[in-house]
């Protein structure tokens, strides 16, 4: 069974950059779809982004032309790179295979 673990989080300023990066423990080829999350505390888990194995990609509208998720099939990982971010970006993100979720990464955006 795969395990992921998310990392890049931190503090940034109101439009800065972030680049997450969600690792497996094993090959992501298999992997049909890889999708990234977000989560404030007292809300519900929202859609971000996912990229399939066949490279199709949806962002959430939130994110999108700021947001770009990518595969990197040799390395294991997703990413996902955060432009132009916003304090309303500020929350714990957290990646998925659909069956398993990685711990998440925090994301906090503030001046």
């Known amino acids: 069974q795969v395990q992921l673990v998310e990392s890049g989080g931190g503090l940034v300023q109101p439009g800065g950059s972030l680049r997450l990066s969600c690792a497996a423990s094993r090959s992501i080829v298999p992997i049909s779809l890889v999708g990234w999350y977000r989560q404030a505390p007292g809300k519900s888990r929202e859609f971000v982004a996912h990229i399939t194995n066949e490279g199709h990609i949806m ?3 939130s994110v999108e032309g700021r947001f770009t998720i990518s595969r990197d099939n040799a390395e294991n990982t997703v990413n996902l790179q955060m432009n132009s971010l916003e304090p309303e970006d500020t929350d714990v993100y957290y990646c998925t295979d659909q069956n398993l979720w990685g711990p ?3 994301v906090t955006v503030s001046s």
């Open 59 to 61: 962002y959430a509208n």
């Open 104 to 106: 998440g990464t925090q």
